[in-house]
């Protein structure tokens, strides 16, 4: 273009051209503060929410359980212990239990939650979920689908990142943060109950928090109903809220001649998960190690349960090691057991024994009221009802019960202990 058209070009063509640059270089100004604040703050984002699956492990205790993959694949049986992803469903059939764990990672060996699944019931993952980074102030998440049947959720904490388990029926979203509830579902109602902590409960618009003794149910299409006593616990201090010898009489005993250098058991409180249970421990050493001994709280009780119309045990059991496999040669030293001591309607002293362990019995030894449970994780126990049995006497009267450990070497945790009479 020659000079002359240059000159010829009219003022608003210049005026044009420099609004366009003058839009070009604001357009860049704002992309460069766009780049050098979004960045950072895209950065700090993803730090903050990004999240990465926690494991969770499906135990099966007795029965049938079974996995149902999200992908619709065929369902799976839970011969020991499996892995399942968000989207499996769980379900036990009518003489199955099982056992969910949350861990952080597979391998860890302390869970952060446990579900206790009953008979004939399901239950869906949708999420489990931990932040990805440490600096998050995120809380770890759970979300179950209990579709129905019975379930037992504990949730506590390790470390100082809360957990939240978000367990949703068909009839409202039940809220476990460091607490524990029994959850009951059918087609036309939910019942919690909850065993530890404060559980919120909510339908309809409508939130109720309960704490340890209260429930609360919801019908369909209703919200939460009031707070109600559940029923009457006849263990005193089977939380360990308070000292342990307020209430509670320690035992040990071993089987020895001369009791002057062998090594005794011990029971101590202390805090797990978010809750106080009593910890069973020996530890000896060398031809100490093969002598027999037991470990034990005991409590009297002397309550009369003659009028009630039930009358079932509870508590949550932990078993971490036991040098003597089953339970011992006469199937009476399990490294955690239940002794509870009545009157019957006849006047006659009568008592019911229990035991748990983890380690298989040598071949041929005998194995009478025990079960094996998995090991290193809480595992939610409930006795039948001692007023509707059909081999045990009617009890008119309770006069004890004795929490203790027994063999050789044995570690073993119990809490939330519970005789409740309804």
């Known amino acids: 273009m020659s000079t002359s058209t240059i000159e010829s070009l009219p003022p608003e063509t210049y005026e044009r051209v420099g609004r366009q640059a003058w839009v070009?270089?604001?357009?860049?100004?704002?992309?460069?503060?766009?780049?050098?604040?979004?960045?950072?703050?895209?950065?700090?984002?993803?730090?903050?929410?990004?999240?990465?699956?926690?494991?969770?492990?499906?135990?099966?205790?007795?029965?049938?359980?079974?996995?149902?993959?999200?992908?619709?694949?065929?369902?799976?049986?839970?011969?020991?212990?499996?892995?399942?992803?968000?989207?499996?469903?769980?379900?036990?059939?009518?003489?199955?239990?099982?056992?969910?764990?949350?861990?952080?990672?597979?391998?860890?060996?302390?869970?952060?939650?446990?579900?206790?699944?009953?008979?004939?019931?399901?239950?869906?993952?949708?999420?489990?979920r931990r932040p990805r980074f440490e600096r998050s102030d995120l809380p770890r998440q759970v979300e179950l689908k209990l579709l129905s049947g019975r379930a037992r959720v504990t949730s506590g904490a390790l470390d100082d990142r809360p957990l939240q388990v978000h367990i949703q029926t068909p009839q409202a979203l039940i809220v476990v943060n460091n607490g524990s509830a029994a959850i009951a579902v059918t087609n036309e109602m939910t019942e919690v109950t909850a065993r530890n902590g404060e559980i919120s409960v909510i339908a309809q618009g409508r939130e109720v928090v309960i704490s340890k003794g209260r429930r609360t149910t919801v019908s369909f299409g209703q919200p939460p109903s009031d707070p109600q006593v559940a029923d009457k616990n006849l263990i005193r201090n089977g939380d360990f809220s308070q000292p342990l010898?307020?209430?509670?009489?320690?035992?040990?005993?071993?089987?020895?001649?001369?009791?002057?250098?062998?090594?005794?058991?011990?029971?101590?409180?202390?805090?797990?998960?978010?809750?106080?249970?009593?910890?069973?421990?020996?530890?000896?050493?060398?031809?100490?190690?093969?002598?027999?001994?037991?470990?034990?709280?005991?409590?009297?009780?002397?309550?009369?349960?003659?009028?009630?119309?039930?009358?079932?045990?509870?508590?949550?059991?932990?078993?971490?090691?036991q040098s003597l496999p089953g339970g011992g040669i006469q199937s009476s030293e399990f490294p955690m057991m239940i002794r509870i001591d009545f009157v019957d309607v006849n006047g006659n002293p009568q008592f019911w024994t229990h035991g748990f362990y983890m380690v298989d019995p040598v071949e041929n030894w005998p194995l009478r009221d025990g079960e094996k449970i998995p090991g290193l994780v809480w595992y939610a126990y409930e006795s039948p009802d001692f007023m509707k049995s059909e081999t045990f006497p009617r009890p008119a009267k309770v006069t004890s019960i004795r929490i203790y450990a027994s063999g050789h070497n044995y570690r073993s945790q119990a809490a939330d202990i519970e005789l409740i009479a309804k």
């Open 24 to 128: 070009i270089l604001w357009v860049a100004f704002v992309a460069f503060l766009v780049i050098l604040t979004g960045a950072p703050l895209g950065v700090n984002w993803y730090i903050h929410y990004a999240t990465k699956p926690m494991a969770v492990r499906v135990e099966a205790v007795t029965g049938a359980t079974l996995i149902l993959p999200a992908e619709n694949g065929d369902p799976v049986a839970v011969v020991d212990v499996q892995f399942i992803r968000e989207g499996d469903r769980v379900r036990t059939d009518q003489d199955a239990r099982a056992n969910l764990s949350i861990f952080d990672h597979p391998d860890d060996s302390d869970s952060l939650a446990s579900i206790q699944l009953r008979t004939n019931s399901e239950v869906e993952l949708i999420r489990s």
């Open 245 to 321: 010898e307020s209430t509670w009489q320690v035992e040990s005993i071993v089987d020895a001649r001369d009791l002057s250098n062998v090594t005794f058991g011990s029971v101590t409180v202390i805090n797990t998960g978010g809750r106080k249970a009593a910890y069973f421990q020996r530890d000896a050493k060398g031809e100490d190690a093969n002598l027999h001994s037991e470990t034990a709280i005991v409590q009297d009780i002397d309550a009369d349960v003659l009028d009630a119309e039930s009358l079932i045990f509870r508590f949550d059991v932990r078993l971490i090691s």
